[in-house]
C-alpha cells in the first residue's frame, strides 16, 4: 500500500538592517520548497532546493553607491532547532533539514557559525536613470531522511529568512 506525503517548507521574511550600511536598502525574496511526495523506503530520495535572493539598491536620495556585507539566516521553524526542523501535520511530525550545500553536511542555521554570507556592490544612483537593483542568489537544500513513519497528508513548516545587513 502507498501512502501519499506532501511536504512543503514554507519560507517567510525578516529584514534586520544594520547601522554601517544605512544608504542602502536591501531585500531578500524566497521561494517555498517542495519536496514532493515523501518516500520512506529510498534514502536517495526526498530532496528538494530553493533560492534565496538578496537585492540591494542605493537610497536615491544619497546615491555614491555602497559595498553591502550581508549574512542570511533561517530559523527552526515549529520545532525552534535549527538541527532538528519539522514538517508537520496534525500530531504528526516529518523531520528534515536545510543546508548551505548540495552535500546536505552544513546546516543552514541563525546563528554566525552556520549562516551564509555575501557582499554585493551597489552602484551608484544615476539622475534621471534611477537606482539599479543588484541581487545575488543563494540555494538551500532540503533533504528529508527516509525511515520515518508518519501519516498521509500535506505537511508543512515555515522558515523565518533573516538578512542582517
Not at 511530525?93 to 548540495?102: R, T, W
Amino acid at each position: 500500500m502507498s501512502t501519499l506525503i506532501r511536504a512543503i517548507g514554507l519560507l517567510s521574511i525578516v529584514f534586520v538592517p544594520g547601522l554601517a550600511q544605512a544608504f542602502a536598502t536591501c531585500g531578500v525574496s524566497a521561494l517555498a520548497l517542495n519536496f514532493g511526495n515523501y518516500d520512506h523506503l529510498n534514502p536517495f530520495a526526498n530532496f528538494s532546493q530553493t533560492t534565496i535572493t538578496v537585492s540591494c539598491q542605493e537610497n536615491a536620495l544619497i546615491g555614491l553607491g555602497d559595498t553591502v556585507i550581508y549574512t542570511i539566516g533561517l530559523d527552526g521553524g515549529s520545532s525552534g532547532d535549527t538541527s532538528n526542523r519539522a514538517l508537520s501535520q496534525g500530531g504528526d511530525n516529518l523531520h528534515y533539514n536545510l543546508y548551505s550545500e548540495p552535500t546536505h553536511t552544513l546546516v543552514w542555521g541563525d546563528d554566525s557559525g552556520n549562516q551564509v554570507g555575501g557582499v554585493l556592490a551597489v552602484p551608484l544612483c544615476v539622475l534621471g536613470l534611477g537606482c539599479a537593483v543588484v541581487s545575488a542568489p543563494h540555494t538551500a537544500y532540503g533533504r528529508i531522511p527516509a525511515g520515518q513513519s508518519v501519516s498521509p497528508g500535506s505537511y508543512s513548516d515555515t522558515i523565518t529568512v533573516t538578512v542582517t545587513y
